[in-house]
Nanobody, 116 residues
Framework: QVQLVESGGGLVQPGGSLRLSCAAS????????MGWYRQAPGKQRELVAG???????NYEDSVKGRFTISRDNAKNTVYLQMNSLKPEDTAVYYC??????????WGQGTQVTVSS
């Protein structure tokens, strides 16, 4: 079982930026497509950005042009650079694999709050 540890969240004003990090345990990381998910209060968890094992990104429409996902396989880490943040981006952000197979156990997530 892979363990996931997210970090980098915080309180930011609208228009601001944050960079999230997710460290994964184990050697399987480099072979797995990874994603960033978020869950806002009262809403279901949703996938907002994914990256293939080869580094090809894809994004949910609401974050296109504002968020950038990347990965460092040598460090078993996936990143999410978030720019031009909006209040509706407020959520707990998690990473996990992107797969039709069952996802790994969720980490604790990292809270992102966008507010003036």
């Amino acid at each position: 079982q892979v363990q996931l540890v997210e970090s980098g969240g915080g309180l930011v004003q609208p228009g601001g930026s944050l960079r999230l990090s997710c460290a994964a345990s184990g050697s399987i990381f480099r072979f797995i497509a990874m994603g960033w998910y978020r869950q806002a209060p009262g809403k279901q968890r949703e996938l907002v950005a994914g990256i293939t094992r080869g580094g090809t990104p894809n994004y949910e429409d609401s974050v296109k042009g504002r968020f950038t996902i990347s990965r460092d396989n040598a460090k078993n880490t996936v990143y999410l650079q978030m720019n031009s943040l909006k209040p509706e981006d407020t959520a707990v952000y998690y990473c996990n694999r992107v797969s039709v197979d069952p996802l790994w156990d969720w980490g604790q997530g990292t809270q992102v709050t966008v507010s003036s």
